[in-house]
């Protein structure tokens, strides 16, 4: 049986060694250890935010060791989860399908998304748990013509407790991450290495294959040797290990930035609601009820108790420009995301109006994103073989790297499909 690595266990990764095991004997080197939930009282952190020690948003890995931050060039702040189960681990547990951009350059993944949706149970039958002020809220984007929609989750609500922590890591484990995928390919002998930082492929120019992988183990180095590397280590990390690799990625990076809007609204409780509970599609953005945690406890606009804040998420599908790179992210807003951003920022206000929340009243969050993406995007002519020809033969990438534009949305069921197609590519060109 011939042998396939695969970089990262996140959304792509998972999938990848999920649908390989069995065709290849599969290892997954993951750079990050085994993912613990945030284990500290969100309240009495927020008790002490009042002292001042909370001085930059990069301190949450100290607390949350799983959860990296950092900023890029413009200080919005990058967030990327650096464990087993990658980003999944962090996120709302939202699954939509976003693959617009796939579709216009040939890319049809009907038969995945379907296969997706008979192995992962999905839930949209959750408003019974909905507060009122969020059913209120609910009902006042309907009568503004926002046309909302509960948003289809990867969370089982016999066993969610409604904590609103679904960012911090799901302590009861309602909400599916890719760690079930991990636990599915182990039993079937794949293998899995955490604390594996895979630092760059070395290249057989001749053969035009990756001959060996050197990777930081356990702060050994040390090398593996495949015939089939699948590379997922993110949208952040990806294009690291292909510039230290001597592969010329494009300055193409999106990241789905987020802004969230608040205002005092007693009692509301968003802290203890489903995350993203509903959502409305925009003109190149979308909005959701969220609880932004960042700018809770590190912006100091957000000085109320988490109970009394209402806060909407913008999620803005911005513009391809920027790059992950080893000295950091570059990254700045065009000027047509700063115009969406502000008619986005605009429709929040609208709908607080109509909740009789007073314009002075309303603060904003803190620039963040965590959707990272695009440095390698697919084209027209990579529609069948999903293999870009600036890499080696045996080695292919299952992440938003490859995505064509940002999707302003979640990517993970998207980011699943593709990988799950890319998986048969793989098993029919090596097997």
């Not at 302590?171 to 760059?200: F, H, M, P, Y």
């Amino acid at each position: 049986m011939k042998n396939a690595i695969v970089i990262g266990s996140g959304a792509g990764g998972a999938m990848m060694a999920k649908e390989l095991q069995g065709h290849f004997q599969v290892t997954i080197l993951e750079a990050g250890n085994a993912f613990k939930p945030f284990s500290f009282s969100v309240n009495n952190l927020g008790k002490l935010r009042k002292t001042g020690m909370f001085l930059d948003e990069r301190m949450i890995s100290f607390l949350f060791p799983s959860m990296r931050v950092q900023k890029a060039s413009s200080d919005m702040i990058m967030v990327h989860g650096e464990c087993t189960g990658g980003t999944t681990t962090l996120a709302t547990g939202s699954a939509l399908r976003c693959d617009e951009s796939l579709i216009n350059i040939g890319i049809h993944l009907d038969d995945e998304f379907e296969e997706l949706a008979q192995e992962i149970p999905l839930s949209t039958d959750h408003q019974q748990y909905w507060s009122t002020q969020i059913k209120e809220l609910f009902d006042v984007c309907k009568q503004l013509g926002f046309n909302p929609a509960p948003t289809t989750k990867l969370i089982d609500f016999k066993r969610c407790v409604r904590c609103g922590h679904c960012v911090l890591g799901c302590q009861t484990g309602a909400k599916w991450d890719s760690r079930q995928l991990l636990t599915e390919s182990i039993s079937k002998g794949a293998i899995l290495k955490t604390n594996c930082k895979v630092t760059k492929l070395g290249i057989d120019h001749n053969t035009n294959t990756v001959n060996t992988i050197y990777v930081k183990e356990h702060g050994k180095q040390i090398t593996y040797h495949a015939d089939l590397i699948v590379l997922a280590a993110g949208g952040f990390g990806t294009p690291i290990v292909l510039e230290n690799s001597g592969i010329e990625c494009e300055s193409s990076l999106f990241v789905d930035p987020v802004l969230c809007v608040a205002a005092p609204y007693s009692g509301v409780e968003t802290n203890h609601q489903i995350v993203m509970p509903f959502l409305m599609q925009r003109d190149g953005y979308m909005l959701s009820p969220y609880m932004d945690y960042l700018s809770y406890f590190f912006n100091k606009s957000w000085r109320f108790p988490s109970k009394n804040i209402l806060s909407m998420m913008i999620k803005l599908s911005d513009s391809s420009s920027g790059a992950s790179y080893n000295k950091g992210v570059e990254k700045e807003l065009t000027s047509k995301d700063q115009e969406r951003l502000k008619f986005a920022v605009s429709d929040c206000k609208t709908i607080f109006s109509k909740m009789d929340i007073k314009e002075e009243d309303i603060f904003l969050g803190t620039l963040n994103a965590g959707h990272p993406g695009g440095m390698l995007p697919l084209t027209t002519e990579e529609a069948e073989t999903f293999h870009n020809q600036r890499l080696p033969k045996n080695l292919y990438i299952a992440d938003a790297t490859i995505l064509p534009h940002s999707m302003g949305n979640p990517p993970i069921w998207t980011i699943m499909a593709l990988s799950k197609r890319i998986a048969k590519v793989c098993t029919e060109t090596f097997i």
